[in-house]
């Protein structure tokens, strides 16, 4: 029932057909095999990847591997935030080539805070000048609906509360397999364990008693980013009654 007094279905009985390209039907899909992709391994707990977004040219250099169809495995360029990363995406030093994940770090809920749009990185210049128009990207942040990069997000737990990409170092391997959903560093347990005990939390500024506040009580974009007191209070009126009058 809704506030018409009519159910929905009343409601909408007169509305004519969608013209089914803007809302389509579902055995006519903008793509057969699109959507997302929910990654885990040894790197983190989940992951997403927008897979509708994966062009023909990211597929090919990246994915066609007849042994190991939608997998491959890559070097690591690492930033430290989105500051980093504009400071120094064009440093010829850093040696990222056509074949290079880059990752972003230190920009999830607590680290940024807030969780920031800027996993969705561009390659250096002098590769985008070759035609090389787009890496694999990866980060603990977030990034646009409308982005057109097949970019790993929402890397849970972030690396500002310990996650495994606060344990990345440039040169690292990972393996990336879409279709058994796993992305893995490709260094032994031991020396993970090792990386992981040498880990130090990073110091974080406050802007504002706000910034402090949220950091104390936010969780990770797996379970939503909520504030995790706020789910005490969930069908409040069910559960606790109505609020006191206030005069």
Same mark, same amino acid.
């Given at each position: 029932?809704?506030?018409?007094?009519?159910?929905?279905?009343?409601n909408?009985?007169?509305?004519?057909?969608?013209d $089914?390209?803007v809302?389509?039907?579902?055995?006519?899909?903008?793509?057969?095999k699109?959507?997302?992709?929910?990654l885990s $391994?040894? &790197?983190?707990?989940s992951?997403?990847?927008?897979?509708?977004?994966?062009? +023909?040219?990211?597929?090919?250099?990246? /994915?066609?591997?007849?042994? !190991?169809?939608?997998?491959?495995?890559a070097?690591v360029v690492?930033?430290? $935030?989105?500051?980093?990363? !504009?400071?120094?995406?064009?440093?010829?030093?850093?040696?990222?080539?056509?074949?290079?994940l880059?990752?972003?770090?230190?920009?999830?809920?607590? $680290?940024?805070?807030g969780?920031?749009?800027?996993?969705?990185?561009?390659?250096?210049?002098a590769?985008?000048?070759?035609?090389?128009?787009? /890496?694999?990207?990866?980060?603990?942040?977030?990034q646009?609906?409308?982005? #057109?990069?097949p970019s790993?997000?929402?890397?849970?737990?972030?690396? #500002?509360?310990?996650?495994? /990409? *606060?344990? /990345?170092?440039?040169?690292?391997?990972?393996?990336?397999?879409?279709?058994n959903r796993?992305?893995d560093? &490709?260094?032994?347990?031991?020396?993970?364990?090792?990386?992981? #005990? *040498?880990?130090q939390p990073?110091?974080?500024?406050?802007?504002?008693?706000?910034? +402090?506040?949220?950091?104390?009580?936010?969780?990770?974009?797996g379970?939503? #980013?909520?504030?995790?007191?706020a789910?005490?209070?969930?069908n409040?009126?069910?559960?606790?009654?109505?609020?006191? !009058?206030? !005069?």
């Open positions: 029932m809704t506030v018409t007094g009519k159910t929905l279905a009343e909408l009985a007169s509305v004519p057909e969608p $089914g390209e809302i389509r039907p579902f055995n006519r899909p903008l793509k057969e699109a959507g997302y992709v929910v $391994g040894n &790197l983190f707990e992951a997403v990847i927008k897979t509708s977004v994966i062009s +023909e040219d990211f597929r090919r250099r990246f /994915l066609s591997d007849p042994e !190991h169809p939608d997998a491959f495995e070097k690492v930033f430290d $935030g989105p500051e980093d990363y !504009h400071a120094r995406i064009d440093d010829p030093s850093l040696g990222i080539d056509e074949r290079t880059l990752v972003i770090r230190n920009c999830g809920p607590v $680290g940024y805070p969780s920031a749009e800027v996993v969705n990185m561009r390659p250096p210049a590769l985008i000048k070759r035609g090389i128009e787009e /890496l694999p990207t990866m980060g603990d942040g977030r646009s609906g409308t982005s #057109a990069s790993i997000l929402n890397v849970t737990p972030e690396a #500002a509360v310990g996650g495994g /990409l *606060a344990l /990345l170092k440039n040169g690292d391997r990972v393996r990336i397999d879409l279709r796993r992305v560093l &490709l260094i032994s347990p031991e020396e993970l364990a090792a990386r992981r #005990a *040498a880990w990073p110091k974080l500024v406050n802007q504002t008693p706000w910034e +402090e506040i949220y950091r104390s009580m936010v969780g990770q974009l379970t939503g #980013a909520c504030l995790e007191p789910t005490l209070y969930l409040i009126i069910e559960t606790r009654g109505e609020a006191r !009058h206030n !005069h």
